[in-house]
Structures are given as structure tokens and as C-alpha cells.
């Protein structure tokens, strides 16, 4: 049986023996136990990243070297370091929503988008400035 299961935020999880907790995918095999069994931490599980996991936990970048866990694919931040877990065509990202500001980054913590709650506090975070004259 499939463990894909979906958090109450919405994003890619890990479901437990109990069959009612959703592990968020990037807490899988993070040394953290959060299944009463603990199955989410088992050697059969995490003994070969991301080799070792079921699919849908793993999101795989652009550079083939890098991967990310599937809850952080469209999350706002920079996870691969080449913003293809944001910006790719296999993200498949919706457009910044509405708490989000869009412009084209010049820090690569964000990539398409820059939390509105950073506009206007004196850090440059789009190329254009915009995120702190227009936003």
C-alpha cells in the first residue's frame, strides 16, 4: 500500500503504520522519529538517500547531482541551488501568490518571489529594486 499522504498545510507526506499521521517528507529520515514506530527513520527507508526512498517523497533538480524532498518543491526558497525546484518546467510551480512579491532575484535564498513581509526593510532582494520602491 502507498504511504503518500498529504499534511494539513498541503504538502507531500509519509503516512504511518497508524495509518492517521502525516509525516511531512522532508522530516522523513531526518534522525528525528516522528511515527510511533519509528518507521519513518528505518534503515530500509534511509539507508541509501535518496536512493532509498519511494518517489513521491523525492524531488529531483536540475542539476542531477542535487535532490530535495518533495515538500520543498514550490516553497518560495532557493532548496536546489539552481531554483529548478521553484522556476522548472518539473516543478510546475503556481505564480506567486498573494503574500509573495514577483521579480527577478538577485539573492538566491528566493527565486521568482520574495515574501511581501521583506519588501521595504532596506535589503536588496529583487535586481531591479523593486522590492523596496515598488513593493
Known amino acids: 500500500a502507498s504511504r503518500l499522504c498529504i499534511t494539513p498545510s498541503n504538502r507531500t ?5 497508524d495509518r492517521a499521521t502525516c509525516v511531512p517528507a522532508s522530516q522523513v529520515c531526518d534522525g528525528t522519529t516522528n511515527c510511533r514506530n519509528g518507521e519513518d527513520e528505518q534503515e530500509k527507508l534511509c539507508g541509501d538517500l535518496p536512493h532509498s526512498l519511494p518517489p513521491y517523497l ?5 542539476n542531477p547531482a542535487h535532490w530535495v524532498y518533495a515538500d520543498q518543491r514550490c516553497n518560495g526558497m532557493n ?3 539552481d531554483c529548478s525546484d521553484e522556476m522548472g518546467s518539473a516543478a510546475a510551480c503556481p505564480p506567486c501568490g498573494p503574500a509573495w512579491w514577483s521579480c527577478s532575484p538577485l539573492h538566491y535564498q528566493y527565486c521568482a518571489c520574495v515574501p511581501r513581509t521583506r519588501c521595504r526593510d532596506g535589503v536588496q ?11
Do not use: K, Q
Open 13 to 17: 507526506g509519509f503516512l504511518c503504520n
Open 58 to 62: 523525492v524531488f529531483h533538480c536540475g
Open 79 to 81: 532548496d536546489c541551488g
Open 125 to 135: 532582494h529583487c535586481a531591479s529594486w523593486s522590492d523596496e520602491y515598488l513593493c
